[in-house]
């Protein structure tokens, strides 16, 4: 079955300390994406970033970087130097399929809580 | 501005009593989404299209239809709205997925439906 899980339901962090959200997913297609989005109090959705299955380098986006463990299969969010702002739910996304049929498979989402 | 617009933005309605939330966006974007959020479930997809006159069921389509008459436009109806179909609901598109482009979705501001 494809599936994502993250297992952490909410999470605190002191102001710039760095935070691991973990995610792990389960597919059997060997092609596939994995995604970070990042839903504020306000409710809009935020593309964080992305993560191909072929990629060798970890992926990186200013303070965010994905830790990509493909054995494992496992692709957590890391956060840098925690900022208020990033108080929000994280949810960790999956592609599967390509080219004419593909869909995101959402995880159950984690909230941060950045303490000043 | 490159966006995904869904109306109503909130709605209040009673069992059984039609609706439709329409969703439009101005990317050219051959795929598009509806999810719906529960908290503790994160997102579910419920329809999707890969294109005009191409649509597929998610994971959770009971209660609801979609069409795609153009490309820019996906509505969501709910022909017979029941108090478990109380939700916040999203619609989403894309590129289609390539060597290029990620299939990265981009999220309408959701719209937040409650059935009596």
Not at chain 1, 37 to 57: N, R, T
């Amino acid at each position: 079955a494809q599936k994502i899980t993250q297992t952490q339901p909410g999470m605190f962090v002191q102001e710039k300390e760095a935070v691991t959200l973990d995610c792990t997913y389960d597919t059997s297609d060997q092609s596939y994406g994995l995604f970070w989005y990042k839903q504020p109090s306000s409710g809009e959705m935020i593309f964080l970033i992305y993560q191909g299955s072929y990629d060798e380098q970890n992926a990186t986006e200013g303070r965010y970087s994905l830790n990509f463990q493909k054995a494992r299969k496992s692709a957590n969010l890391v956060i840098s130097a925690s900022q208020l702002g990033d108080s929000a739910m994280y949810f960790c996304a999956m592609r599967v399929g390509m080219d004419s049929s593909y869909k995101l498979i959402f995880g159950s989402g984690t909230r941060l809580l950045v303490r000043p | 501005e490159a966006q995904v617009t869904q109306n109503p933005r909130y709605l209040i309605t009673v069992t059984g009593k039609k609706l439709t939330v329409t969703c439009s966006q101005n990317m050219n974007h051959e795929y598009m989404s509806w999810y719906r959020q529960d908290p503790g479930l994160g997102l579910r997809q419920i329809y999707y299209s890969m294109n005009v006159e191409v649509t597929d069921k998610g994971d959770v389509p009971e209660g609801y239809k979609v069409s795609r008459k153009e490309k820019r436009n996906f509505p969501l109806i709910l022909e017979s709205p029941s108090p478990n179909q109380t939700s916040l609901y999203f619609c989403a598109s894309s590129f289609e997925v390539t060597q290029f482009l990620t299939g990265e979705l981009f999220f309408g501001e959701g719209s937040r439906l409650t059935v009596l």
